[in-house]
């Protein structure tokens, strides 16, 4: 656990979680199928499953039902974060995807589910404008003015996609016939040699 800095004089080690980590969830459940002693596999799942929660507390806490870029000293108030702003990022929702379709955590699919309706709807009802969806200055803040007219890319490629297959009574791309790359295209991996 040593560091080496080499930026200057000044470091200060704080926790903090962006909102792109929580792709890693997804990431790690998918693994976990792979490993040859099972209690580690439980272990990955559990830990993916905790770490799903934690995303889906970056919705839930704010007022907005919006989440943060970023938390900062584990404190979901934002006290200690230096931005606030949502741009429609797709990691949880990813997340929370792979999560409800991987096998040992069946019993958790309706929660992870729930997770993305919520947001989802959080989502629409502060952020559609007239001709899509903008992205938010300050998730603790309600009421007008709150928008930043910017529309990534990524939230019709992947964001709505992820919160769509989410959503989904049987996953018409199962994890075990398809692939999906970093952009949320799915690959068929039936024929693959």
């Not at 929660?53 to 230096?82: I, N």
């Not at 919160?163 to 199962?174: R, W």
Request: proline share 5%; aromatic share 12%.
């Amino acid at each position: 656990d040593e560091l080496q800095w080499r930026g200057g004089a000044a470091f200060a080690r704080e926790p903090a979680m962006e909102h792109l980590a929580c792709f890693v969830p997804g990431w790690v459940a998918l693994g976990a199928r792979y490993q040859a002693d099972p209690e580690r596999a439980k272990r990955h799942l559990r830990f993916a499953d905790e770490l799903a929660e934690t995303c889906w507390r970056f919705y839930a806490d704010q007022p907005t039902g919006v989440a943060p870029e970023r938390v900062k000293g584990r404190d979901t108030t934002l006290a200690r974060t230096d931005t606030r702003e949502y741009i429609l990022r797709p990691e949880a929702a990813e997340g929370w995807f792979y999560l409800s379709q991987t096998p040992g955590l069946e019993h958790r699919r309706d929660a992870y589910r729930d997770w993305g309706w919520r947001a989802f709807q959080a989502i629409n009802k502060q952020l559609r404008v007239a001709h899509g969806h903008a992205s938010m200055r300050d998730v603790r803040r309600t009421g007008g003015g709150n928008v930043l007219d910017r529309m990534e890319s990524f939230w019709i490629a992947e964001t709505l996609k992820y919160f769509y297959l989410l959503q989904e009574d049987e996953p018409s791309l199962p994890l075990d016939k398809y692939v999906f790359n970093t952009e949320a295209h799915a690959f068929s991996i039936e024929d693959a040699p």
